[in-house]
């Protein structure tokens, strides 16, 4: 199967599974923060770092990784989620959001990365 299949067969599942993280987190826990973006991002952070740990064949990386994770996170979403807040006044959250999503990604980046290493 080509790459560029195997990313659109990722992207389709990660785009939905994004949507729907957000939608479930704004019912469990309300619009006060972006709980659904930070988990999107912490999980497909957590993924990748798993895949590159595991040095998987290219096609994992394209399924998973390029297609799977690159439609689940979302960058340009934490941006607007943390601009959003500092415009409500909600400067704490904000820096929560900002430290938290940068500091956490790179630990579970780590930390899957680390457990892929021992896998193989």
Known sequence: MGAAVLVVIG???GAPARYLLTEFFKKAAG????WGTLAANLIGTSILGL???TAAP???DHLFGTGLCGALTTFS???????????DGSYAKAGVN???SLVIGLLCAELFYA?????T
């Open 51 to 53: 895949i590159v740990g």
């Open 115 to 119: 457990i892929g290493r021992g896998i």
């Open 31 to 34: 619009d006060g923060f972006p």
């Open 98 to 100: 900002a430290v938290g």
């Open 77 to 87: 979403t934490f941006e607007k989620d943390t601009v959003t807040l500092m415009e």
């Open 11 to 13: 992207g389709a599942v």
């Open 58 to 60: 290219d096609s994992v």
